[in-house]
Each structure stands twice: as C-alpha cells, then as structure tokens.
C-alpha cells in the first residue's frame, strides 16, 4: 500500500567554515531535523517495522511505542548524512528537577540550543491515547493526596522537558484509525486546560506547519511568562500494519 504524499525540501547548506556554526538561528537547525524526520518518513521500510510492532505486541508486556522510536533513532544513526551534524539517543534522563525520560533527542555540539527534545505517543482513534498524548489523570496521589497528571504535552510545562528551551516536539505513532481525524481531536484536546494551568495554557495552533504537510502542525503555548512551542509529526503506519 502507498503511503501518503510527503513534502520535503532540502533546507540551505551548512557553512564551510564550523566556526559559523554556532551563530547559526534554531530555526536553521530545526529545519535540517525536519528535513530528515521527514526522509526518515518517506523512505522507512515498512515491512521492516511492521515485524517489529507484530513481535512487540505479542509480549506480555508490549513497549511499542518504545520499540518504534528506537527504530527512528537507530535508522537517523545509520543515516550518514545526518551523522555529519548531529547524534540521536534515546531513554535519556534529563537533567530537569523534575525526573523523566526523552524518547528521542537529537544532539548537535554547535548548535547553541544543543538539544531538540522529542516525546513519543501511540495513537489509534481511541481517546484514552489521545489523553495520553496531552495530560490525563494517572488517578495515583502524591505526598500532598493530590491526583497525579501525567502525559507527553504536558511535561514541557511540569518542569519535566526542556526547561532551557522555547521549543520542543511530540511525535504521534498513528497506529490505526483515521488520521485526520485523530488530528481534529488532538487539537480538542490540546484547548483544554492542562493540569499546569495556566502554565501551558494554549495560544494557537498552526496547521500544516512543516513543509505543509498534513501530518504536522506547531502548538504555541503560555510558559514562565513567555511563549513555548510544541512542534507536532503524526507518522501515520496504520496503512501498512493492516496490509
């Protein structure tokens, strides 16, 4: 089965001279970690994943969501031309107060910001997930007897994720249902108050934001009295899990 029609232009070249590397702008860089999440999405061998995510849900207990975001990380490391400019690790604990894990961070040593922070979620139309993919009640009680929230959009704004950045990305593994529509109710849900209010409190949402792709759009957000946004990809693999 094909998979969807994907934008993907090649962003302006690095300099020559490394030492104008670092008064390169965020937006130079986040352009060439698009340009290969993007090739990543256009090229991945499907069959390839496809076994992974069958052998992963026959466990007893599935990671699929982690397995899948290895197989990203893993494919952009043995990708060389991406090598050339930056690394990728995975399971990373930050270095925040507040204890977690990046799925997936994309380091370059002369980019000034260093890091683009990505979390990972599985999406498959029901609603429990798409909850998971922005804040939910965990129904677990802290020391204070105050309920829990966790998920991935909301640990930009708990003191979890990227705390010295304006910037960070989720990625949606959209394992089945229909992706538009599982789009239109992110978006829903991205307008509720989060558990942080009004830290994380949604501005806007900008639609089609990489490359005008479909599958993409940015979420701007009230954080430490300023603006943080939230670039989003849904890599749609539904089509060939069911093929």
Request: hydrophobic letters at 30%; proline letters at 2%; glycine letters at 6%.
């Amino acid at each position: 089965m094909e998979r969807e029609y994907i934008r993907i232009k090649r962003p302006p070249s690095f300099p020559f001279d490394t030492r104008k590397l670092r008064d390169l702008d965020d937006e130079f860089w986040k352009k060439w970690v698009f340009y290969y999440l993007l090739q990543f999405y256009q090229g991945y061998d499907s069959a390839e994943l496809k076994t992974k995510i069958q052998v992963e849900k026959n466990k007893r207990y599935p990671r699929t969501e982690r397995e899948i975001a290895k197989f990203i990380r893993l494919k952009l490391n043995n990708n060389r031309n991406f090598g050339l400019h930056f690394s990728v690790k995975g399971e990373v604990t930050n270095d925040e107060e507040v204890e977690g894990n990046y799925d997936i961070n994309i380091h370059s040593t002369n980019w000034k910001s260093k890091d683009f922070y990505f979390e990972c979620k599985n999406l498959d139309g029901n609603s429990d997930l798409i909850a998971k993919y922005v804040c939910y009640n965990t129904y677990k009680k802290n020391s204070a007897n105050e309920n829990i929230f966790d998920g991935g959009v909301v640990r930009y704004f708990n003191g979890k994720y990227a705390q010295t950045s304006n910037f960070g990305g989720m990625i949606g593994f959209i394992l089945a249902g229909d992706p538009l529509k599982t789009k239109s109710n992110l978006f829903t849900k991205l307008g509720e108050k989060l558990s942080t209010s009004p830290e994380g409190d949604l501005i806007s949402i900008s639609d089609n934001s990489i490359e005008g792709n479909s599958f993409t759009f940015d979420s701007l957000h009230t954080r430490k009295n300023t603006h943080f946004t939230i670039h989003h990809i849904l890599f749609d693999f539904s089509k060939h899990l069911t093929s």
